[in-house]
């Protein structure tokens, strides 16, 4: 059977902790970066250091009606039990979301790309995306373009990163002719991460979340 997704509902509730098997400790708290602008409704996702302007971040089949909607961040500080407090907090992004509808998600599928069949999965397979940056991002396909200054080290997505720390965001970023992306940093680092589209008991899309798989799944230790 694929992966499942786990509930959501409490990476987004500021407070709710977890632990893992080492003893180490997580608090989550919730990080907003303003509003994403969808012109199109197609939503994409991807390592932006890698995939933005490359052509090659299709967008999700599942399409939403154009317009601005509000993404955020689920933000994970660690500790230690037993160690001192640190001056730097240990931060790590659990989850990005993308909030299409504020009315209560029932159910949740995988975001697949133009030719991914679920039903094709093995046991806890899933379709994800590359990170070989440290990073994610949500953007409308048709933004794909609108950052040519974005390579390497130089451009607005470097310098919102390396202006906080390269801390876990999340970021907004400007492009041309008015599009932007919403940045973050991508849990612990370089992987292959879900994206899930959640939906309401009409079946209307409510969010698209990606689990950078920070919060343990409750059989592995979350409170």
Do not use: K
Not at 142 to 154: K, L, N, R, Y
């Amino acid at each position: 059977m694929p992966m499942t997704a786990p509930d959501y509902a409490r990476y987004f509730t500021p407070g709710h902790a977890f632990s893992y098997e080492s003893g180490q400790r997580g608090i989550l708290h919730v990080a907003g970066a303003g509003e994403l602008w969808l012109p199109s409704g197609q939503v994409a996702a991807c390592d932006p250091f890698i995939g933005l302007g490359a052509g090659e971040a299709e967008p999700f089949t599942v399409r939403v009606a154009p317009g601005r909607y509000r993404v955020e961040a689920a933000i994970a500080t660690l500790t230690t039990p037993g160690e001192p407090p640190s001056d730097t907090p240990h931060l790590r992004t659990a989850a990005a979301r993308l909030v299409i509808s504020d009315t209560e998600t029932v159910s949740w599928e995988q975001a697949l790309v133009a030719g991914q069949d679920a039903a094709e999965l093995g046991d806890d397979e899933y379709f994800g995306y590359g990170v070989d940056a440290g990073a994610g991002c949500f953007y409308d396909v048709a933004a794909d373009e609108s950052f040519p200054a974005c390579e390497g080290d130089e451009g607005p997505l470097w310098d919102a990163f390396e202006a906080n720390d390269h801390g876990p965001g999340p970021y907004l970023i400007a492009g041309e002719q008015g599009h932007n992306l919403a940045a973050f940093s991508s849990g612990w680092g370089d992987g292959s991460y879900p994206t899930w589209v959640g939906r309401d008991r009409a079946g209307a899309v409510t969010c698209f979340v990606t689990d950078f798989f920070v919060v343990p799944t409750e059989e592995g230790g979350a409170a």
